[in-house]
T-cell receptor
Framework: AQKITQTQPGMFVQEKEAVTLDCTYD???????LFWYKQPSSGEMIFLIY??????QNATEGRYSLNFQKARKSANLVISASQLGDSAMYFC?????????FGAGTTVTVRA | KAGVTQTPRYLIKTRGQQVTLSCSPI?????VSWYQQTPGQGLQFLFE???????NKGNFPGRFSGRQFSNSRSEMNVSTLELGDSALYLC???????????????FGEGSRLTVL
């Protein structure tokens, strides 16, 4: 079974608007970590934000925030005030023990 | 401080050859993990090393192997290359990895392997 599900293959967003990328996960381990990464066409994987399973508050990093709903096993990424440079593939990932499981990714295209 | 460094960035090999990829983690990070990214299979976990010991291994054939040195640098090797091994190989480093670890998990720029 898929551990990480990203249901949006691609999204278009207008510059300066906010966009929400969906991510649901599946685990029976009470201790896990959730990550979001950005991968531009160059291929590098850029760390955006992290949420630990025991963290009480939603993580925020600049224009990125993670909407963590533990009971629903959901970890959506919100990008506020989108910029042209945000156009990339975005991956949600979950770490259990020493292994990261990735979703299929969502391609975000920011329009001017 | 310097990020995760992977070498070489690009390489072309032919079927049957072998390849060795290198990864230097962020200074102070002791855990190094490797991932394969292909258009068809997405990102898949290969293995993870901590203090020169392999702690976890993904579902890949024995042709894929790795090791970690005392300075935390890691190498992965693929023997008897097949066309399907063409992929972006990403290395990630973390202070500890596993349960109790923090959110620090950073990737290198990857090594793009093409097998002809």
């Amino acid at each position: 079974a898929q551990k990480i599900t990203q249901t949006q293959p691609g999204m278009f967003v207008q510059e300066k608007e906010a966009v929400t990328l969906d991510c649901t996960y599946d685990t029976s381990d009470p201790s896990y970590g959730l990550f979001w990464y950005k991968q531009p066409s160059s291929g590098e994987m850029i760390f955006l934000i992290y949420q630990g399973s025991y963290d009480q508050q939603n993580a925020t990093e600049g224009r990125y925030s993670l909407n963590f709903q533990k009971a629903r096993k959901s970890a959506n990424l919100v990008i506020s005030a989108s910029q042209l440079g945000d156009s990339a593939m975005y991956f949600c990932a979950m770490r259990e023990d020493t292994e990261l499981s990735f979703g299929a990714g969502t391609t975000v295209t920011v329009r001017a | 401080k310097a990020g995760v460094t992977q070498t070489p960035r690009y390489l072309i090999k032919t079927r049957g050859q072998q390849v060795t990829l290198s990864c230097s983690p962020i200074s102070g990070h002791r855990s190094v993990s490797w991932y394969q990214q292909t258009p068809g299979q997405g990102l898949q976990f290969l293995f993870e090393y901590f203090s020169e010991t392999q702690r976890n291994k993904g579902n890949f054939p024995g042709r894929f192997s790795g090791r970690q040195f005392s300075n935390s640098r890691s190498e992965m090797n693929v023997s008897t290359l097949e066309l399907g091994d063409s992929a972006l190989y990403l290395c990630a480093s973390s202070p500890m990895g596993g349960q109790g670890s923090t959110g620090e998990l950073f990737f290198g720029e990857g090594s793009r392997l093409t097998v002809l």
